[in-house]
């Protein structure tokens, strides 16, 4: 589970039925399909030059814009220059020549005042196209019409529920990734020196960390929005801030388990410094631990960062993270319409936070680790 949503998150552009900048191309006119649903379109293609499609600007950028705008129809009309859709009580047309080709304004009003056998025009990018009523109007009636499936449905602004969730999935692991980071060099670096040094400074960095063990997480999160504006950055600050404690305390009671064994005071007596012994010597002795809190801060900071997404406070909108989503569609659940909406995002983030609860279980049995509980936080 974990590895298939990062291989999504990081090539979701590529594979998501919408690779859209955050896939949030909206057809109104399909608000809160079911899943499974086929609907028809015509694909017209739009009258801007071409966008940027290199892997670079699609991570950038989070998706690339389609070339292509798509009309979905219940019933269609072929005349001889244009074709009118149908669809729900509307109507609209289009030439054959706009359906395939990059056009301007006045070259399109050339081509509907064209009453000759042939089209001649220039488009945008200055090609020069020479066709037929007829080869234009066959190579429309083979390439421009398809069926597309919302495997998953599409949210109350016709947006397609799967290529959204797909979306989603980075956000969520690229903020919980780079706050596990942070919480990780932070929790180790003051877990060492409180477990190493002990005395003053382990009076003093326990008192620190208590007192952010003290502040609920919700509040630190939202002290931190304040004060950095709401975003991807701030939640990553915020959420490291809640996760670097139980590191910290995990690394402390090691650390003083480790000072007291023989091979660091050979070391004390052999006159390396106090660096030279927590990093060199002790830190490779913390992997173990490290590796089995690490996971489970994952779980936590995926969790965190959809509740905050939740409550509002997270990445804003169009982006799409699987807490922003609950929170849109949660009231569907209430009404009993279009409900699976908010199920499909909650499913997914209850597998992925089991999906590294049960990394870290395997982990912990793997390297012989036993949680301690008579001493909140270590292993």
């Not at 399909?30 to 649903?37: H, Q």
């Not at 020549?97 to 056009?103: F, P, Q």
């Not at 905050?308 to 569907?332: A, C, H, K």
Request: charge should be positive; hydrophobic fraction near 50%.
């Amino acid at each position: 589970m974990i590895g298939l949503v990062f291989i999504v998150a990081i090539f979701g552009s590529f594979l998501r039925p919408d690779s859209s900048r955050y896939a949030s191309t909206q057809h109104r006119t399909l608000s809160k399909l079911p899943p499974l649903t086929t609907i028809t379109f015509l694909r017209v293609r739009k009258n801007i030059p071409s966008s940027d499609k290199s892997f670079k600007s699609r991570v950038r950028i989070g998706g690339v814009e389609s070339d292509w705008a798509y009309f979905p129809y219940e019933s269609i009309e072929l005349g001889k220059k244009y074709i009118k859709l149908e669809f729900k009580g509307r109507q609209k047309e289009f030439y054959y020549a706009d359906v395939l080709y990059l056009l301007d304004p006045l070259t399109l009003k050339s081509i509907s005042k064209n009453l000759g056998s042939a089209l001649n025009f220039i488009d945008i990018d200055n090609n020069l196209i020479s066709v037929s009523h007829n080869e234009i109007q066959s190579q429309v009636e083979k390439e421009a019409f398809i069926s597309k499936s919302f495997i998953l449905g599409t949210d109350a602004l016709g947006r397609d529920v799967l290529s959204r969730l797909m979306a989603g999935s980075s956000i969520s692991l690229s903020i919980g990734f780079f706050a596990v980071i942070g919480s990780v060099l932070l929790g180790l670096i003051i877990g060492l020196f409180a477990g190493y040094f002990g005395g003053v400074v382990d009076q003093f960095l326990s008192w620190c960390i208590n007192l952010f063990w003290s502040i609920p997480a919700i509040l630190l999160v939202v002290a931190v929005t304040i004060a950095l504006g709401t975003g991807a950055t701030a939640l990553i600050i915020g959420v490291s801030l809640v996760l670097w404690v139980e590191m910290a305390q995990v690394v402390r009671y090691t650390v003083r388990s480790i000072r007291l064994k023989d091979f660091v005071k050979a070391l004390r007596l052999m006159g390396l410094s106090h660096l030279t012994i927590v990093f060199r010597h002790i830190l490779p002795n913390l992997y173990g631990p490290i590796a089995v809190l690490a996971s489970t801060s994952f779980a936590d900071a995926v969790m965190l960062e959809a509740g905050l997404s939740f409550l509002g406070i997270g990445v804003e909108p169009p982006q799409p993270t699987w807490g922003n989503m609950i929170r849109d569609s949660y009231g569907y659940i209430i009404t009993g319409d279009s409900a699976f909406l908010a199920i499909i995002p909650s499913i997914a983030l209850i597998l992925l936070i089991l999906s590294f609860v049960f990394v870290s279980n395997g982990l912990k049995d793997l390297m012989g680790l036993e949680y301690d509980q008579s001493q909140r936080g270590s292993v």
